[in-house]
């Protein structure tokens, strides 16, 4: 008889020491405006409810007779001209012009948190965003001679992301495919519509199949900055059912980085998913474990509650004016290995 078979929950998986299942981190809008609160041109990064007022879009929907009360929230008014003929024009135009104006933004060249962020967690982890901007995948390009970066997916689709739709290739927005060296097509962005419709466009089915594998063998959740509006119900409903599959509630951490005036609307609506002894509510990026032992942040942790053997944080990250600083720093962070 193992351990394992007289408690309630999953105990983490490892192979020669090496922790095998992931640390899934959840970024919301909070999490990029944290980052990139302008581009590198100083291009506002827009919300939803307002992106026609920075797109410069509004003159196109006063055309179409839409008072400023409509107007007033995008989201909403974006859900009632979908999909109706009277609108097909429009809804194009929107659509163009929402993902042509994420397309132009570009990371700020000095170190963002979305590079540390990326460069907090290993191969075996994975990043969901529900973002659209591009930071993320322009972090991870520029990280990623630091090797060992982990996934990212992207269940609402977004702006960085091309695809070769032959070769079944995710790639880099504007890049060529690297099998058949055709130009990448613009990853859709999934807009908002009332009802999201995930099984639509098969790139999206299969980004919302990953996120639902690696939060169902996730050893640890961090949300940062989602709100998890109630037009996400599915993400939320997958988020349920991939947690109850992973059984690990009772000693996974689940940490929720977001602003101090939202903690007890965010601790309530996460409340399903950790057992209150392991979350841990910060208030900024640096507050959290990734920062803390980024490369082992639940190494680290398991090591202190499973073994009594709390291990060093010599490694926390620190602030670093330059990216390659940043980068050097990080290749000096061996001890995922275990072997220590
Ligand atoms: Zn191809």
Redesign the pocket.
């Known amino acids: 008889m193992s351990i394992q078979d007289i408690l309630p929950y999953r105990l983490p998986n490892f192979k020669n020491k090496r922790l095998l299942d992931p640390h899934v981190v959840i970024v919301g809008a909070g999490a990029s405006i944290a980052a990139c609160k302008t581009d590198k041109n100083g291009r506002e990064v827009p919300l939803l409810k307002n992106i026609h007022n920075i797109l410069r879009l509004t003159d196109e929907l006063e055309k179409y007779n839409f008072s400023n009360e409509q107007m007033g929230d995008f989201e909403k008014l974006f859900s009632d001209i979908y999909g109706r003929d009277e609108y097909k024009d429009l809804q194009e135009k929107l659509e163009f012009e929402v993902c042509n104006y994420f397309s132009d933004l570009k990371i700020p060249d000095e170190p963002t948190l979305y590079d540390y962020l990326v460069l907090s967690l290993t191969e075996k982890d994975a990043i969901i965003s529900f973002n659209w901007d591009p930071f993320l995948m322009q972090a991870y390009r520029r990280n990623i001679d630091v090797g060992n970066l982990p996934e990212l997916i992207f269940p609402h689709g977004n702006s960085g992301v091309g695809l070769?739709n032959?070769?079944k290739?995710k790639g880099y927005a504007g890049c060529l495919?690297?099998?058949?060296?055709?130009a990448?097509e613009q990853m859709p962005l999934l807009y908002p519509t009332g009802k999201k419709d995930y099984n639509s466009k098969s790139i999206i089915k299969n980004e919302w199949n990953r996120a639902k594998d690696v939060l169902s063998r996730a050893a640890g959740i961090t949300v940062y900055g989602y709100s998890a509006p109630v037009t996400d119900v599915e993400a939320v409903e997958l988020m349920k059912s991939a947690i109850s599959i992973s059984q690990m509630k009772d000693i996974a951490p689940f940490t929720i980085i977001n602003l101090p005036e939202n903690e007890n609307e965010q601790r309530r609506k996460w409340s399903e998913f950790y057992d209150v002894k392991m979350v841990l509510y910060c208030n900024e990026f640096k507050q959290s474990l990734l920062w803390r032992n980024p490369r082992v942040s639940l190494e680290t942790l398991f090591d202190a509650i499973l073994q009594g053997q709390p291990r060093s944080t010599q490694k926390s990250f620190k602030e670093f004016s330059k990216l390659r600083e940043l980068q050097d720093y990080v290749k000096t962070i061996t001890e995922f290995d275990m072997c220590i």
């Open positions: 070769c032959d070769c290739v495919c690297p099998n058949c060296f055709k990448l």
